[in-house]
């Protein structure tokens, strides 16, 4: 007899106790923000640089 596939609460299906396509999305969510917050230091880092860079440009020529 194959086995049933139960309809998870979000509404995929699957063999498993909970739904593996959530927690990989669940997964890949919490590495994209990890990833988006590296970035973002970065970024202000970058922004930090570049204010400091503008300071040594004239702003009216
Ligand atoms: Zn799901």
Redesign the pocket.
């Known amino acids: 007899m194959p086995k049933r596939k139960k309809v ?1 609460p ?3 299906k699957g063999f498993s106790q909970s ?1 593996h ?2 927690q990989q ?1 669940d997964i890949q969510r919490q590495q994209h923000l990890a990833e988006l917050g590296i970035k973002k230091e970065e970024k202000q880092a970058w922004l930090a640089t570049f204010a400091e860079d503008v300071v040594d440009f004239p702003s009216r020529l």
């Open positions: 998870f979000c509404g995929h739904c396509l959530c999305r």
